[in-house]
């Protein structure tokens, strides 16, 4: 059973930085790609970034572009997301996913891509 399970949110200020991490365990980690999604109140989950199974390719959302690092430790079954100059439109619900096999249904950014997903971390970005 595919688990994931996400930590390190909390409330900071805007120009601040935070680490999200997302520790996953049941299978064969170093083998998924791995992306993360935020969800704003009263918004849709959109897509943040993406990080393929090696590390050799990231992707970003173009609001994000520049601020934020996604990155993967296989030997620690963990993804990260190092976010910096956090402004409070980044406040959301922060959710970490897998590709666990299998073809993209859509494109990295879509989130009928992926298989599994966290229930996520808060980070809230105060003014």
């Known amino acids: 059973q595919v688990q994931l399970v996400e930590s390190g949110g909390g409330l900071v200020q805007a120009g601040d930085s935070l680490r999200v991490s997302c520790a996953a365990s049941g299978g064969t980690f170093s083998r998924w790609d791995m992306a993360w999604f935020r969800q704003a109140p009263g918004k849709e989950r959109d897509f943040i970034a993406h990080?393929?199974?090696?590390?050799?390719?990231?992707s970003y959302a173009s609001s994000v572009k520049g601020r934020f690092t996604i990155s993967r430790d296989n030997a620690k079954n963990t993804v990260y997301l190092q976010m910096d100059n956090l402004q409070p439109e980044d406040t959301a619900v922060y959710y970490c996913?897998?590709?666990?096999?299998?073809?993209?249904?859509?494109?990295?950014?879509?989130?009928?891509?992926?298989?599994?997903w966290g229930r996520g971390t808060q980070v809230t970005v105060s003014s």
């Open positions: 996913t897998a590709k666990v096999s299998g073809l993209y249904s859509g494109g990295i950014d879509s989130q009928t891509s992926y298989d599994y």
């Open positions: 990080i393929n199974w090696s590390s050799y390719s990231t």
